[in-house]
């Protein structure tokens, strides 16, 4: 039982409302749980929750919980909670591994039945919830944080370099695509597939229960008439995921995703209940969207809290966000997310709703132009006028270079920002093919790109102040709906999120409504840099300890250019104070922690 309470209390973090651990008759199978009580947070539903020969320990939420318990009463089952944890162990009895199909929701969960000697993993669609595991000398172990894996003895904390690096050169293949991580001696389960473990020979398959594929396709609806049914799926999506049995409020950004799912809230609460909206705010800088959010809330009348990250409070917690992120940060945007989530907890508000998802779903970012183009999309002056740097496809001659000729020639130089110029060796980066159509980039890059590793941020940070997020755009409805559409209505006409825009016609302001230059929520990363952080960077790079990924020469140049007002070299500077940091406050105390054994 030792390794299973250091695991979990580890993760105390993630549920300081309860803890529980429970034990099969023949004491080989150990589950444990910290609890974040949000929907029937009576004691009927703590967990590790254990109806007969059934025990289960659920992270997340289902939120068609009471749809699925109508059905499954009308099938003779009966219930004595309130809650959905229940609703899965009935499914599971009712539908065995097809549960997860009825299933409209986030999470991530193992589920024993003793009487099968199985224990049955899941993890929803799109990955929002994390399903990380180790398999050892007789031993099966998971957990929602790498920390947790890692003080398990004979589970090494090594990282694989190679991996590291790729993410740092080419940001949106992450480090979360497929089963392996960034520690080669942890595996995770996949978005949308299932795993069983045998309980005697701990053999396991997997296998996936959802691709995304395009809804049944019928009459080919005009934009109004997508732009309607859609509205109507997203504004279902915000109902679902308003369930609760404490606060909820949402993130407000002044963008169009997050500023709709507001709208869509208020009208689904009214306009006499408290809403709460939480804000991160950069007063004086082009990276400050006050007036949009202004906009939003003239016309939603929240209860309105904002706070302004700073990089002085950033180095103040460097340890403390790098511990709690467990791998590299891409920006410092994470910390600002961090930053309003805890505003949240502060303010006793311990669901949010958020906008993330949108992007990749919809085509939010401008060089999704391209696929939409190649893909037979039809043209416009206007996307050539307002997006016209993301068509090109001509690379200067010194980026057609071999990658060691570039590194050459830069370091002869001393010009140029790509991050492989300040790492030593030689990273493979295995290019995957640029996608065909504009679906299928939008389904690469939410099935298996980058979204994956924005989403690992979102919880990370948000469970690091117990505060659970909720995202209405990754509803499965609402993908399976937009991949069946012609791609004219997701960003014809020179429009990002062209259906987004159509459907909030009328319910959001238009000076937010028709925004067409993307602004993402980014602090000012530059004058942050001029302002407290570059400091520490040249305290990294000096350190003896310096991690030998770094060409310490380069990065010694890159700061002297900085200081000389060659802005290019930010991302590359905040990159390499997120990774040492990373090392520093996370790798080397989990190294020096007392280890487990497992349970045998």
């Not at 059934?54 to 068609?64: K, M, P, R, S, V």
């Not at 190649?374 to 980026?399: E, F, N």
């Not at 499965?476 to 791609?487: A, K, N, S, W, Y």
């Amino acid at each position: 039982m030792g390794a299973i309470q250091a695991m979990t209390g580890l993760m105390a973090h993630r549920g300081p409302d309860g803890a529980g651990l429970w034990e099969n008759p023949n004491g080989r199978l150990v589950l444990g749980h910290r609890r974040l009580a949000i929907i029937d947070p009576s004691p009927a539903s703590a967990q590790p929750f254990v109806s007969g020969s059934i025990a289960l320990t659920f992270n997340g939420e289902i939120y068609n919980y009471r749809e699925i318990r109508a059905e499954l009463i009308t099938r003779g089952h009966v219930f004595s909670t309130e809650g959905d944890s229940e609703v899965i162990v009935a499914a599971w009895r009712q539908w065995g591994e097809a549960c997860v199909e009825f299933f409209n929701g986030m999470f991530a969960f193992a589920l024993w039945d003793e009487a099968k000697g199985q224990l049955f993993c899941a993890r929803d669609r799109f990955g929002e919830k994390p399903f990380l595991y180790v398999e050892g000398d007789g031993f099966f172990a998971f957990a929602s944080e790498y920390k947790a894996l890692l003080t398990l003895d004979g589970v090494s904390a090594a990282v694989e370099g190679d991996r590291l690096a790729r993410f740092l050169m080419v940001p949106a293949d992450g480090l979360d695509r497929g089963e392996r991580t960034l520690f080669p001696a942890i595996g995770q389960l996949p978005p949308a597939q299932v795993m069983i473990v045998d309980g005697r020979t701990l053999e396991r398959r997997s296998a996936c229960y959802w691709t995304g594929q395009p809804a049944r396709k019928g009459r080919r609806p005009s934009l109004p008439e997508a732009a309607f049914t859609f509205r109507d799926l997203l504004a279902d999506s915000v109902r679902l995921r308003l369930r609760s049995d404490v606060p909820v409020g949402s993130c407000l950004s002044g963008g169009l995703d997050s500023s709709a799912i507001v709208c869509l809230a208020r009208r689904e609460l009214g306009d006499s209940a408290p809403y709460h909206t939480f804000s991160g705010r950069f007063p004086g800088t082009s990276a400050d969207e006050g007036p949009y959010m202004d906009s939003v809330a003239a016309i939603t009348h929240p209860i309105r809290h904002e706070i302004e990250p700073k990089p002085e409070n950033l180095l103040a917690e460097l340890a403390e966000f790098s511990w709690a992120n467990e791998l590299p940060v891409d920006s410092a945007s994470q910390y600002a997310q961090y930053c309003v989530f805890r505003l949240a907890r502060q303010n006793g508000v311990k669901v949010l709703l958020d906008g993330q998802g949108a992007d990749e779903i919809l085509g939010g970012y401008e060089q999704y132009f391209t696929a939409y183009l190649k893909g037979g999309g039809t043209d416009s002056p206007l996307i050539h006028s307002r997006y016209g740097d993301a068509l090109t496809q001509v690379q200067p001659w010194h980026a057609r270079l071999p990658p060691g000729l570039r590194r050459l020639l830069a370091r002869t130089v001393h010009k140029g920002s790509d991050i492989s110029f300040g790492l030593n060796g030689d990273v493979r980066i295995d290019h995957r093919p640029p996608p065909a159509t504009l679906h299928e980039a939008l389904c690469r890059d939410s099935l298996d790109g980058f979204l994956g590793t924005l989403l690992r941020y979102g919880d990370r940070n948000s469970m690091a102040h117990s505060v659970e997020v909720r995202l209405p755009f990754t509803d499965h409805r609402i993908f399976e709906f937009v991949q069946g559409l012609p791609v004219e209505y997701l960003m014809g006409d020179g429009e990002t999120k062209r259906l987004l825009r159509t459907a909030m016609e009328g319910a959001l302001p238009d000076m937010v409504r028709l925004r067409w230059r993307k602004h993402g929520f980014v602090p000012p990363q530059v004058a942050w840099l001029h302002q407290a952080l570059l400091p520490a960077v040249e305290q990294a790079v000096e350190d003896p300890n310096l991690s030998p990924l770094w060409d310490r020469a380069w990065w010694r140049s890159a700061i002297r250019r900085f200081r000389a007002g060659d802005t290019s070299q930010a991302a590359g500077l905040w990159k390499l104070l997120a990774c040492e940091s990373w090392r520093v406050h996370f790798l080397a105390p989990m190294a020096a922690r007392h280890k487990f054994q497992p349970l045998l």
